[in-house]
């Protein structure tokens, strides 16, 4: 899961929240990468207050967000094991919903 988010928004928080929630094991979090525009000390406190492993990508000037064509944050792409784009999923996931693609994706 390709998750965009800002620290700044509490729907971005409580999606990270979720994401630490779901992932019983530090392994799971290898199934995420986390991407923001936001300052790198600023995400990298973020990370480690959450106690979050998953790895993150700094979108340096939202180029990447601008190429996706990114409005509004948290965005979520679902992605399968050969890279590609299954759905696409605007706003906070609670960890339930989380979850459930983590097993989803593991049965495939």
Do not use: H
């Not at 779901?22 to 990370?47: H, N, R, Y």
């Not at 106690?51 to 948290?74: A, E, H, M, W």
């Amino acid at each position: 899961m390709i998750v965009f988010f800002k620290p700044d928004c509490s729907f971005s928080r409580a999606e990270l929240a979720a994401i630490k929630e779901a992932t019983v094991k530090p392994e799971d979090q290898a199934c995420f990468v986390l991407i923001s525009g936001a300052d790198q000390p600023e995400l990298w406190a973020i990370k480690e207050e959450l106690g979050l492993s998953c790895p993150l990508l700094f979108d340096r000037n939202t180029q990447y967000g601008k190429v996706l064509g990114i409005k509004s944050v948290p965005l979520n792409f679902i992605v399968d094991r050969n890279l590609q784009i299954e759905e696409v999923v605007s706003g906070a996931m609670p960890s339930r919903d989380i979850a459930e693609i983590m097993k989803n994706s593991r049965r495939r």
